[in-house]
């Protein structure tokens, strides 16, 4: 099992302010928030990767899809780091980080299904492979998740009824 710690910072929704994260350090997940006719002014409506490009290169890229679907407001930014107490980016080679970046935007997905997002964002998690088992620890300005996440907690492994949930 992976355990990834992610520490998370909240941004204004802004041309300006999203285009400072462009750096090598500046990848991750991101989570955008928005007013959405349901869940109210303040609703997280999306979750996204940035693992080949920067955050704000990415987040360009969604702009006008985020701002047909809704009036965001704010984002928070999340780097994978080597614990809560040790906030140094992991370092881990391209292909990795990139393969780390995506198991933990679809674990997020499926643990929290955010309006918008139309991929991954309900069902189960498969966790066929011990490559996909992760743990995720939310640090920081983790806005609406959840604090902890497990692939366990949202796997097929755990609701199948003919197989007993403790063994």
């Known amino acids: 099992m992976h355990i990834v710690n992610i520490v998370w910072e909240k941004i204004t929704y802004d041309q300006d302010v999203i285009r400072k994260f462009s750096s090598v350090t500046d990848y991750g ?46 984002i928070r930014i999340g780097r994978l780091v080597k614990s809560s107490q040790q906030m140094d980016l992991l370092e881990w080679d391209e292909d990795r980080k990139i393969h780390m970046i995506e198991l933990c935007e679809r674990l997020l997905l499926h643990s929290h299904a955010p309006a918008f997002n139309k991929q991954n964002n309900c069902g189960l998690y498969d966790i066929n492979t011990k490559e996909n088992n992760i743990h995720i620890f939310n640090w ?24 007993p949930i403790a063994y």
């Open 29 to 74: 997940i991101y989570q955008i928030y928005g007013k959405h006719p349901a869940y109210g002014n303040d609703a997280l409506i999306y979750i996204g990767q940035a693992s080949r490009q920067t955050f704000s290169t990415r987040l360009f890229e969604r702009w006008e899809f985020v701002e047909s679907c809704a009036s965001p407001h704010s």
């Open 140 to 163: 920081g300005d983790f806005g609406d998740l959840l604090p902890e996440v497990s692939s366990y907690r949202y796997s097929f492994k755990y609701w199948k009824y003919e197989t």
